[in-house]
């Protein structure tokens, strides 16, 4: 997820810079797709963490630190990208 994260934004930097947001997701993956497209694999990355964590943790009673690290970082993307849905800004 972070390495995805690493890479929209040398995107952005080194890329996208001068080109400008579309109005919509389809419209930003048309214009700037490397940007869209490595930030969105983050964001699904995260939200998977969550769920593998979550299953580990309650199915196999998993007690790695790494895994409950990793619930812990995938429970708090999801719940920003849930309260962003929910609350725009």
């Known amino acids: 997820m972070f390495s ?12 996208y ?9 389809l419209r930003d993956i048309v214009s700037r797709p490397g ?9 699904v990355a995260g939200v998977l963490a969550c769920v593998v964590g979550l299953t580990a943790i309650i199915k196999h009673k998993e007690r790695a630190v790494v895994t ?5 970082i995938g429970s708090l ?5 849930v309260l962003d849905l ?3 800004h």
């Open 77 to 81: 993307l999801t719940m920003f990208l």
């Open 17 to 25: 810079a001068s080109v400008s947001a579309g109005e919509t997701i």
């Open 68 to 72: 409950f690290i990793a619930t812990v």
């Open 35 to 43: 940007l869209a497209l490595s930030m969105l694999s983050g964001f």
């Open 86 to 88: 929910v609350l725009p």
């Open 4 to 15: 995805l994260f690493f890479l929209g934004r040398w995107f952005f930097l080194n890329r």
